[in-house]
Structures are given as structure tokens and as C-alpha cells.
């Protein structure tokens, strides 16, 4: 298994039940308390314009049938690390549709989730009811989604309008900001974790897309975007991101860009995603002109284009990027232009095979600088993609641009710190105490590192997905400094682990998959 990056989301479900709070439908408004929980909603809800539901950390908020949560107003969903906001259905095949954000005025606070976890969504209907299976937004940007969980979320009916998109997420007009989140096994024709539609422009940063469908249903613009879609002029910022195992039928296993889009793409990590047709990791079609820097595209698989695929007047820009070891059944095993009005540039990659390995028709953009060298990854089979320290990618990208440690940019997603060896990430960590687990997912052994600022007494403890303790692998007083240590998981049930470093009155949390 390959590396997803272990970035600071915990999902902890404490759920103390108190009573029980029926929720007959229509407006709600006030503040829903732990001590209410859980709030069953009987039908349809709508905050309304000028009102303001809060909801409090460990609430769980259950959908006895196929009803949405309209806003109007405003939603505080406010959980916190050891205690989430849990929205869910009663019944999990017929789920409940979503919350959606239509009719609000522009001009109305910021609605906020914070450690919430959105599951069994499933949006249907007419076009656009029929997108956005936990959550859309319809010219409404001001959205903060943040350390949350979107799980077996789906947007799959095309049975009155074709082409259900955000299996997740749909946006129309929308701009949100999405965070530190978790997007897993959802499913929709479109943009199964994200749909970007029309002038949004979210920031899409440090989340996870694994194991997402958008499987191809026999109609034109289904199967697009395992992960996220981007399209008719939507151009998000996508950073920081780790995409491993999504699927698309037809294109962009990972991320799809279609029709006028001009997405940045910055400092991802794109691995082992597959398409059935074209763009295993990206697929650029139709007037698109991403900007494409420092992201590492590896073992990714389709038809064509296993990196990347490009056709139709696309003029991206790629730099700093490693292209390697994505493999095709046709043609072009990194890079795909599938016709001759598409003229990307590539500066300071590393691209196995270099420029004459690229497949359909050739390349007439600028190839300058770039490099056809083994980018000696930490360690592929594990799932480590970061560089060691002979990698050939290391001080080779643009030589303007600086990694964090103040030399010169690497190239790829990962730097490799050369002051202080092994901690290289997507950026400079603010925190003075943090975790990382790697291989991730394991399964078995994988590493735990982490650091603290000062002497302390640490305690690192691991815990499942509910909260419940499952080992303490240190309690004892450490020296400022780093640490490694070794930990099973073998014996461990596949699923989502939290580690937990608390060092003195600071803590710090990572996030280990144990698959089997």
C-alpha cells in the first residue's frame, strides 16, 4: 500500500446519550445541546434567513427518512477533537439528502463545521437536488469546513436529470474554504469527493481523498473526477493534498479538469489512482490551463495517460513535478496529449522517459530543465514518497523558488530538509509538537515519529475511531528533540486509527489507516 499523508485530523466519537430530541420538521433555529442528543429529524428542515443554529460538540443529529437541511441563515457545527458532531441516517441505504445552502444571502456570517463527520448522504431528485450528497452550495461561498470526516456519501441518481455530481461536496457559484478533512468511499458520476461547478473557487487544502468512485453511467461528463472535478470555469486552489486510490471511468482518476477550468495544483500527492479511459492522476480537456507545481504523480494507471492526460486547446504549465512509474494499457505512460491544439510546459520535472516517452501526438511546449533520473523515493512499497537523500530531485527545481529550509526548491511534493534530515513535508509545521506515522496506511509495522519543543512528560497513546484507548506506547518524561519508534498494527481491524501526542499541556494528533 501507498502513503497517505499523515496530516493533524482526529475523529473521535464520545457520544453520551442523555434523551432523545424529536425534530418534526420545518424551521429550526437555537442551540441543539449534548444533552438533547440525539435530534431526530422527522422531515425537511430550514434554517431561515437571520437565524443561527448552533450545535454543540458530541451532538448527533439523525435523519429518520430522505429529508434536507436547508440554510438560510447560519450553522455552527461545533465539534472538537475528542468530541465530533456526528450527522447521519437512521437508514444508511436511504440515507438523507444533504445539507444545502440555497437562497442565502451573500451577505450573511460564515456558517462553520469543525470536527464533524457527514455520512450516508445520498442526494436525488431533480437537477441540482440530485448532487451534493452531504453537502452543497448554490453562490454561497462562506463556508468554513474544517478536521472533518465525509464517509459513503453518494450522489449516483440519474434517473429524472443525468449527471449527479458531489458525491461529497457540489458546489454552483460557491467558494468555501475545505480543510484537514477526510473524504472516503464516497460515489457520484462526478466529482466523487468534490464537484467545483461554475465561478467556485474553493481552497481545497492538507485533506485526503481516498478510495472515491465516479464510475461511468453511458452519459457525456459522467466518470469524471475520482476525487475532485473542476468544471466550466472553476478554478480552485488544490494543495497540499494526498489522492491514493480514487477511481474515475472514463477520466482523471484523481482530479478532472474540463471545460475552461484553470485550477493550481500545488504540492499534492497523486499515487495509485486509476482511470478506465484517460488521466490515471489528472485529466486537463477543453480550453484548460492549470498551473501545475511541485506535485508528485506516481503509479497511477489508465488507457491513456497514466499521469497525465491532455486534449482539447489545453496549455497547462508544469513545473517541479514528478512525474513516475504510472503505467497505461496504450499510450503515454506519464504523459498523454491526445491532440495537436494542446501544448503544455514542462519546467524542472523529473519525467520518466523524458519528453520522447510522451504518447499521442507529439510535443511541441517548452520542455526546459527537466531531468530523467530514479527519484529514489524513501521507499515505494511502503507508500513513503518522500526523497532520500541522494535523490537526483533534490536542489533541482526552479532555482528562484526555496524550499522551507532556505535551499533551493526540490522538486516534487515532498522537500527533502537538509538542515534538519527526515522531516521534510508539504510546508514548514507551525506547531512546536507534532506526530507523523508513515508507512500510511500500513499493514503491518509503521513508523511513528514525533517531535516535542521542551522537556516534558509524553504520553503517546493510540486510539480507535471511537475513542477508545487501544495502547499508550510512551509515558515518560523526554528531552526536547525527535523520536521513532516502531508500532504493529497488524493485529489491529482495517480501519481509521488516531495517534495522540501530549506532551505536558500541548498535544499534537496523527492519523494512521490500517488496511489488511
Request: charged letters at 15%.
Amino acid at each position: 500500500m501507498k502513503k497517505i499523508l499523515c496530516s493533524f485530523i482526529a475523529i473521535f466519537f464520545s457520544i453520551a446519550i442523555y434523551s432523545q430530541t424529536p425534530v418534526p420538521g420545518g424551521s429550526i433555529s437555537g442551540t441543539w445541546t449534548l444533552a438533547g442528543s440525539p435530534y431526530l429529524i422527522q422531515d425537511s428542515t430550514i434554517i431561515l434567513n437571520g437565524a443561527t443554529l448552533t450545535i454543540e460538540a458530541g451532538v448527533l443529529v439523525e435523519w429518520q427518512g430522505s429529508y434536507a437541511m436547508w440554510v438560510e441563515g447560519q450553522i455552527l457545527a461545533q465539534g472538537t477533537e475528542t468530541d465530533s458532531v456526528i450527522f447521519t441516517a437512521a437508514d444508511t441505504l436511504t440515507g438523507w439528502k444533504g445539507i444545502r445552502f440555497d437562497n442565502t444571502p451573500a451577505g450573511n456570517d460564515t456558517s462553520r463545521f469543525h470536527y464533524c463527520l457527514f455520512e450516508h448522504g445520498k442526494a436525488h431528485g431533480a437537477l441540482p437536488d440530485n448532487s451534493g450528497g452531504a453537502l452543497a452550495a448554490y453562490y454561497f461561498g462562506k463556508i468554513i469546513i474544517d478536521h472533518c470526516m465525509f464517509y459513503n456519501n453518494r450522489a449516483l441518481d440519474n434517473t429524472i436529470d443525468s449527471n449527479p455530481c458531489g458525491g461529497a461536496i457540489a458546489l454552483d457559484g460557491s467558494s468555501p474554504i475545505i480543510k484537514n478533512s477526510l473524504f472516503k468511499n464516497n460515489s457520484s458520476l462526478s466529482g466523487a469527493g468534490i464537484f467545483c461547478f461554475s465561478q467556485s473557487n474553493p481552497t481545497i487544502i492538507n485533506n485526503i481523498f481516498t478510495n472515491n468512485t465516479a464510475p461511468d453511467a453511458g452519459y457525456w461528463g459522467t466518470g469524471y473526477g475520482g476525487a475532485i472535478t473542476c468544471y466550466l470555469d472553476a478554478h480552485p486552489t488544490i494543495k497540499n493534498n494526498t489522492f491514493c486510490n480514487n477511481y474515475a471511468g472514463n477520466g482523471g482518476g484523481a482530479i478532472g479538469c474540463v471545460d475552461k477550468c484553470n485550477p493550481i495544483i500545488d504540492h499534492n500527492l497523486i499515487f495509485n489512482n486509476t482511470s478506465d479511459w484517460i488521466g490515471g492522476g489528472i485529466e486537463i480537456q477543453d480550453t484548460c490551463n492549470p498551473i501545475i507545481i511541485n506535485n508528485t504523480i506516481a503509479d497511477n494507471q489508465a488507457e491513456f495517460g497514466g499521469g497525465i492526460d491532455i486534449w482539447g486547446y489545453c496549455e497547462p504549465e508544469i513545473t517541479n513535478t514528478i512525474l513516475w512509474g504510472n503505467t497505461v494499457t496504450d499510450g503515454g505512460n506519464q504523459v498523454n496529449i491526445k491532440d495537436e491544439y494542446s501544448i503544455p510546459n514542462f519546467y524542472y520535472c523529473d519525467i520518466q522517459g523524458g519528453q520522447a516517452a510522451f504518447g499521442g501526438f507529439p510535443h511541441t511546449g517548452e520542455y526546459r530543465d527537466c531531468i530523467d533520473s530514479i527519484p529514489l523515493f524513501e521507499d515505494t512499497l511502503t507508500g513513503n514518497y518522500h526523497l532520500t537523500e541522494n535523490s537526483p530531485c533534490i536542489d533541482a527545481g526552479d532555482p528562484t523558488m526555496f524550499d522551507p529550509d532556505g535551499t533551493r526548491c526540490d522538486i516534487g511534493a515532498f522537500y527533502y530538509h537538509q538542515i534538519n534530515p527526515g522531516f521534510s513535508e508539504f510546508k514548514p509545521d507551525v506547531q512546536l509538537n507534532r506526530v507523523y506515522c508513515y508507512p500510511n496506511p500500513t499493514q503491518g509495522m509503521s513508523d511513528i515519529r514525533y517531535q516535542i519543543s521542551d522537556i516534558r512528560n509524553v504520553i503517546l497513546a493510540v486510539y480507535d475511531i471511537h475513542g477508545q484507548e487501544i495502547c499508550v506506547l510512551v509515558n515518560k518524561t523526554q528531552a526536547a528533540g525527535e523520536y521513532t519508534l516502531r508500532f504493529d498494527a497488524s493485529g489491529l481491524p482495517a480501519g481509521l486509527y488516531i495517534v495522540r501526542l501530549q506532551a505536558g499541556n500541548e498535544s499534537a494528533v496523527g492519523k494512521l489507516f490500517v488496511v489488511h
